[in-house]
Every structure is written in structure tokens, then in C-alpha cells.
């Protein structure tokens, strides 16, 4: 089972940024997917943004143009930089990965993902 930890969260101002990593260990066969998630407090998880490793990309809506993904092959590392924050993006922010190759629209969608990481905290105020 691959193990994923996030880390860089923290508490920022609205209009900051902050860039969060996720390094995956215990890699037994090639990830080929990953992406980020989060739940905001009182609410349901929500897909954020996803990389497969052909280098497609999909972003929520809420978050197209202020986030952006990345993932480093060479160091099994996923990063998510996040500009522009806004109050509503504070949640606990999870990275995910999954063996299987995921296509642009499946790439938010949280049963596509089969290893999660424990989340790391981003609190935006005013």
C-alpha cells in the first residue's frame, strides 16, 4: 500500500499563497494518477485538482486559475500551488493516488483513487 503524507499547509491571509507537497512511499507499482482534495469544515469532500502522468490536468471550477498542479516523477512528489486564497478554500486538503490511469474527467472524482494521505490543514482568513 503506497503512503502518501501531505505537508505545507498553514494559516495564511486572504490573497496569500501556500504550496503544498505530497510524497508518496511504499511505491510497489507506478502511480499513474494523483490529485488533491478537500473538505471544508461541515462539508463533503470535493476534488480539487488532478495530474494523470501523461500530464493532463483538471481543475474545479472554484479553484481554475488561482491553483496549480504538479507532480515530480523523479521524487514521487505531488504539489499543489495555491495563489490568490480566499476564505472558502480554508479545508483539510488530501492528496490521493491510484495505479490506474485516470482520463481528465475522472481525475476529480475520489472512488478513482485508491491511496490517500492523512490531510493537511489550510486556513485562510481575512
Known amino acids: 500500500q503506497v503512503q502518501l503524507v501531505e505537508s505545507g499547509g498553514g494559516s495564511v491571509q486572504a490573497g496569500g499563497s501556500l504550496r503544498l507537497s505530497c510524497t508518496a512511499s511504499k511505491i510497489t507499482r507506478t502511480i499513474y494518477s494523483w490529485a488533491w482534495f478537500r473538505q471544508p469544515p461541515g462539508k463533503e469532500r470535493e476534488g480539487v485538482a488532478g495530474i494523470n502522468v501523461h500530464g493532463r490536468t483538471h481543475y474545479a471550477e472554484s479553484v481554475k486559475g488561482r491553483y496549480t498542479i504538479s507532480q515530480d516523477s523523479d521524487k514521487d512528489t505531488l504539489y499543489l500551488q495555491m495563489n490568490n486564497l480566499k476564505p472558502e478554500d480554508t479545508a483539510v486538503y488530501y492528496c490521493?493516488?491510484?495505479?490506474?490511469?485516470?482520463?481528465?474527467?475522472?481525475?476529480?472524482?475520489?472512488?478513482?483513487?485508491?491511496?490517500w494521505g492523512q490531510g493537511t490543514q489550510v486556513t485562510v482568513s481575512l
Open positions: 490521493a493516488a491510484d495505479v490506474g490511469l485516470r482520463s481528465e474527467r475522472w481525475l476529480l472524482q475520489a472512488n478513482m483513487f485508491g491511496s
